[in-house]
């Protein structure tokens, strides 16, 4: 079981990027997809989730209305497409894959049972 994580990097204060996160080695259609970030000296956090039939997102309020989390047709593939992005936005992404028993479960890092490597973001003021 495998979460790659893809589309990091370094952009300037106010650019966009999209992150990819592609699992494999069983099927996650029926899971919810979160992701999270880390910055140097910081808790993970929560960034944005979507459940299994991609009917429900979810968002941190540092981050609603700049990214938009989505899920491919095979529900195997989850995108963080991130808009408008601030030097605080700087962390590196983890992907996430789990069964939240509600919504307010889908915020908790607990919640999810697997877990990919990570992406560096950085956004340079």
């Known amino acids: 079981v495998q979460l790659v994580e893809s589309g990091g990097g370094l952009v300037q204060a106010g650019g966009s990027l999209r992150l990819s996160c592609a699992a494999s080695g069983r099927s996650f259609s029926a899971y919810a997809m979160g992701w999270f970030r880390q910055a140097p000296g910081k808790e993970r956090e929560f960034v944005a989730a979507?459940?299994?039939?991609?009917?429900?997102?979810y968002y941190a309020d540092s981050v609603t209305g700049r990214f938009t989390i989505s899920r491919g047709d095979a529900r195997n593939t989850v995108y963080l497409q991130m808009s408008s992005l601030k030097p605080e936005d700087t962390a590196v992404y983890y992907c996430?894959?789990?069964?939240?028993?509600?919504?307010?479960?889908?915020?908790?890092?607990?919640?999810?049972?697997?877990w990919g490597q990570g992406t560096q973001v950085t956004v340079s003021s």
């Open positions: 996430a894959a789990g069964r939240p028993w509600s919504a307010t479960y889908y915020r908790t890092a607990p919640s999810y049972d697997y």
């Open positions: 979507i459940s299994w039939s991609g009917d429900s997102t």
